[in-house]
């Protein structure tokens, strides 16, 4: 009877892989070339969603784990081969304030990704199919915060460490750069190759975030934050829009997202997020994905997320199948601890609050702050009544 209830066990902890391994497409060769140029945009975009209040620091570290070697297979020319595709990264910023009002500080993203034949954390594999690179992106950050101005630049480094033969041509570059511009709410973001852009991102995130200094409730915190972002196609390619459309539509904890191509004019995602608490610390998703297979229901792709702190299980979410090369029917987990703050105060990336003990705090600074005041008008209000009346009686 024991023995019977273990393996019970066992076959419905092992279920969900067993089924997202029977599901699961294969990654493409396609798909794994063009690995580069997202790892750079992701990395961007990221650094936009940090840069919002330009100063304070932030610390981000991931890595993807899926068991099975049936979970994200290659599909080359010559069939399908078994192996992982993996993401491992790690970011951090810091800001201090030099001069009154005037912060500066200093950025690093790194990210390793790609697909091999091991699932592994520092020593690849480095077999016929593998496709392994990383890209680092680092630069300097100068904030005003009197007027809410930001400006930033730096540079990207692509480091090919192995590509199989069956990639497409590709070699290591250390001439990308960046720089991002924001004022108020308003920012434009660029990346270049040489003399040639290769993106620009305009954002508006017209949202009031308590973290910032705007509001914790009310009409302003229910306005949109909304994303263009044009891309270079370069010779082989025509250039593309994607329009990004973030709402908050409960009380800063259920929000929408939905996303478009242009000139294609077609639907890319969709996202329903909640977050328990506004600080974004844990989150859940629900995710809808434009797959262009162009065969009716088959062409979307439905998933979901459960954000933790320390702990992530995806399977078909639109985040994961970004930016693990398309990977469909797989359960995805990562293990990744991401934490941003500002003047004392944390949260995740991208939240409108702070975490709740530092809310509460905050709250109870600006009570204290205000009977204070009370007692100092009471006071000098006494002593001008004193006076007047000393000076009556003189007459």
Same mark, same amino acid.
């Given at each position: ?17 067993? +089924? ?7 990654? *493409?060769?396609?798909? =794994? ?6 790892m750079r945009d992701n990395q961007l975009k990221e650094i936009r969603d940090v840069l919002r209040g330009g100063r304070g620091g932030y610390l981000d570290l991931g890595f993807n784990y899926m068991p099975l070697v049936t979970q994200t297979p290659l599909k080359s020319e010559y069939g399908e081969h078994d192996g ?50 990383? +890209? ?22 692509? &480091? ?27 920012? +434009? ?21 308590? +973290? ?48 478009? !191509? ?16 506004? *600080? ?35 399977? &078909? ?44 705090? =905050?709250?109870?600074?600006?009570? !204290? ?27």
């Amino acid at each position: 009877m024991a023995m019977k209830i273990r393996t019970l066990k066992i076959l419905i902890c092992a279920l969900p892989l067993l +089924v997202g391994s029977a599901f699961a497409d294969a990654v *493409s060769v396609d798909a =794994l070339a063009s690995g580069g140029a997202s790892m750079r945009d992701n990395q961007l975009k990221e650094i936009r969603d940090v840069l919002r209040g330009g100063r304070g620091g932030y610390l981000d570290l991931g890595f993807n784990y899926m068991p099975l070697v049936t979970q994200t297979p290659l599909k080359s020319e010559y069939g399908e081969h078994d192996g992982f595709a993996f993401r491992h990264h790690m970011a951090g910023f810091a800001a201090g304030e030099v001069k009154k009002n005037q912060h500066l500080g200093f950025l690093l993203w790194f990210e390793r990704s790609g697909w091999d034949g091991e699932d592994f954390i520092l020593f690849p594999r480095y077999n016929d199919f593998s496709a392994v690179r990383s +890209v680092t992106t680092w630069g300097f950050v100068y904030t005003q915060s009197a007027l809410d101005l930001t400006f930033a630049g730096g540079m990207q480094h692509q &480091n090919v460490e192995h590509v199989g033969d069956i990639y497409p041509d590709e070699n290591d570059s250390l001439l990308y750069s960046w720089a991002h511009l924001r004022w108020g709410h308003a920012s +434009v973001q660029g990346s270049f190759h040489r003399s040639d852009w290769r993106s620009v991102r305009i954002s508006m995130d017209l949202e009031s975030r308590a +973290v910032y200094g705007g509001r914790t409730s009310g009409p302003l915190t229910y306005l949109p934050n909304v994303e263009v972002a044009l891309y270079n196609g370069g010779d082989d390619h025509d250039d593309s829009v994607r329009v990004t459309w973030e709402q908050n539509l409960i009380a800063q904890r259920l929000y929408g997202e939905v996303s478009f !191509d242009f000139p294609s004019k077609e639907f890319h995602s969709a996202a329903l997020k909640y977050y328990p608490d506004p *600080s974004r610390m844990i989150g859940f998703e629900a995710t809808c994905l434009r797959r262009n297979v162009r065969s009716g229901s088959a062409d979307l792709l439905w998933g979901g997320a459960i954000d933790l702190l320390f702990l992530r299980l995806a399977y &078909n979410s639109s985040y994961e199948y970004d930016r693990l090369y398309r990977a469909k029917g797989t359960l995805i987990a990562e293990v990744k601890f991401s934490l941003a703050t500002i003047d004392g105060f944390l949260f995740g990336r991208g939240a409108p609050r702070s975490a709740p003990m530092e809310t509460m705090k =905050l709250d109870k600074k600006s009570k !204290d702050n205000s009977k204070s005041n009370e007692g100092k008008t009471l006071e000098a209000t006494g002593v001008r009544f004193e006076k007047a009346a000393s000076e009556g009686g003189d007459k």
